[in-house]
Nanobody
Framework: VQLQASGGGLVQAGGSLRLSCTTS????????VGWFRQAPGKEHEFVAS????????HYVDSLKGRFTTSRDNAKNTVYLQMNSLEPEDTAVYYC????????????????WGQGTQVTVSS
């Protein structure tokens, strides 16, 4: 399975961005997709995950209410809507795939894609 995150960019604090994670090379609906981020000098941080059918989601507590993940299996795409962005959200954002739901550590996921940079200015 190949994954590619996109949609990052530079945004002012309080703004919004929607990231996309597109996949190829596998049966998309067979995989849970997780979002992680990595700020400079820090470890990968779990952001959110979404189940294979999209009916279940899991978020890190600190981002609940600001970030929302969804998926469109017909388009082989998962989205991460990020609202009320803060400078502390600046990081490279990655999507990852695995067959198991509920994983929150980056190295538990079987497949990873290239990240997309999100920079939030104050």
């Amino acid at each position: 399975v190949q994954l590619q995150a996109s949609g990052g960019g530079l945004v002012q604090a309080g703004g919004s961005l929607r990231l996309s994670c597109t996949t190829s090379g596998g049966t998309f609906s067979s995989y849970v997709v997780g979002w992680f981020r990595q700020a400079p000098g820090k470890e990968h941080e779990f952001v959110a995950s979404i189940s294979k059918g999209g009916g279940s989601t899991h978020y890190v507590d600190s981002l609940k209410g600001r970030f929302t993940t969804s998926r469109d299996n017909a388009k082989n795409t998962v989205y991460l809507q990020m609202n009320s962005l803060e400078p502390e959200d600046t990081a490279v954002y990655y999507c990852a795939a695995d067959r198991d739901f509920g994983l929150v550590t980056w190295n538990q996921y079987d497949y990873w894609g290239q990240g997309t940079q999100v920079t939030v200015s104050s």
